[in-house]
C-alpha cells in the first residue's frame, strides 16, 4: 500500500518540491520529507524516520551537493542502496544516459513534465 510508503523530495525550488508532493498526494502518498539540496537530503536519509525513506525524487542542478552527487552516496552506502531513485532535470537526455548509467539511477523524469508522466514512473517502481 503506498499509504504508507515515506518519499523523500529534494529540489532547491519549493514551488518543484509542492507540485511534486501534489502528484504523490494523487496517488495516496502523504508522507512525504521534503530537502532543499542534497547536504539536507543526505542528513535526512541518516536520520531514522518512521516509516522508513522507500522513494528520493531528485532535481539534478542544486547548490552545496547535485543529485548525481547525492544518488553516488547513495548508492555506495549499504544501508540505502536499494531505494529507487528518480532524477528530476531539465538536462539532456544523451548527458543524463552517460551520467546516470554509472551511478545505477533507477528512473529520470525530463522538465517540464506532465503529472501524470511522473505518477506512471513511481507507480511503475513502486510496482502498482
Do not use: H
Not at 67 to 94: C, N, Q, W
Amino acid at each position: 500500500m503506498t499509504e504508507n510508503i515515506c518519499v523523500l523530495v529534494v529540489d532547491d525550488f519549493s514551488t518543484m518540491r509542492r507540485i511534486i508532493k501534489k502528484v504523490l498526494k494523487g496517488i495516496q502518498i502523504e508522507n512525504v520529507v521534503e530537502a532543499d539540496n542534497g547536504i539536507s537530503a543526505w542528513e535526512k536519509l541518516n536520520a531514522q524516520t518512521d516509516p522508513p525513506i522507500e522513494l528520493i525524487i531528485c532535481d539534478w542542478n542544486m547548490p552545496g551537493m547535485t543529485g548525481m552527487e547525492l544518488l553516488e552516496k547513495v548508492r555506495s552506502d549499504e544501508r540505502l542502496s536499494d531505494i529507487p531513485f528518480i532524477m528530476v532535470t531539465a538536462e539532456g537526455k544523451d548527458k543524463i544516459d552517460f551520467e546516470t548509467g554509472k551511478a545505477d539511477l533507477t528512473s529520470y523524469i525530463a522538465k517540464p513534465f506532465k503529472s501524470d508522466e511522473l505518477e506512471e514512473k513511481i507507480n511503475r517502481i513502486l510496482g502498482k
